[in-house]
């Protein structure tokens, strides 16, 4: 079993930067493939980005390419989303996930691969 729980989430304005962190307990992050993914009101949930078990391979949506960054470390238990150049497009209610699995680019963006999620934390971009 893995515990996630989001932080960091709140109202910024378009430009702003934020760093959104997701503290794991229960299982080592360092043997799962965490990822982060959003859910925008009145649409469906999407990836965002994804980290391999070694924080060696990342992932990004093309939406966040160039702008955001996972990174984790494993000694805390702890994975990261750095946000900058925020849009209100990226209003959203952010969630981070693990997966049992191992890593797979071509599935990696799919959110049936992970196992666990944690409740999300609110990002707000004001224009």
């Known amino acids: 079993q893995v515990q996630l729980a989001e932080s960091g989430g709140g109202l910024v304005q378009a430009g702003d930067s934020l760093r959104l962190s997701c503290a794991a307990s229960?299982?080592?992050?360092?043997?799962?493939?965490m990822g982060w993914f959003r859910q925008a009101p009145g649409k469906e949930r999407e990836f965002v980005t994804a980290?391999?078990?070694?924080?060696?391979?990342?992932y990004y949506a093309d939406s966040v390419k160039g702008r955001f960054t996972i990174s984790k470390d494993n000694a805390k238990n702890m994975v990261y989303l750095q946000m900058n150049s925020l849009k209100p497009e990226d209003t959203a209610v952010y969630y981070c996930?693990?997966?049992?699995?191992?890593?797979?680019?071509?599935?990696?963006?799919?959110?049936?691969?992970?196992?666990?999620w944690g409740q999300g934390t609110q990002v707000t971009v004001s224009s």
């Open positions: 229960g299982r080592a992050i360092s043997t799962v493939v």
């Open positions: 980290i391999s078990r070694s924080g060696g391979v990342v």
């Open positions: 996930a693990a997966d049992n699995g191992g890593w797979s680019t071509g599935t990696v963006r799919y959110e049936s691969k992970y196992d666990y």
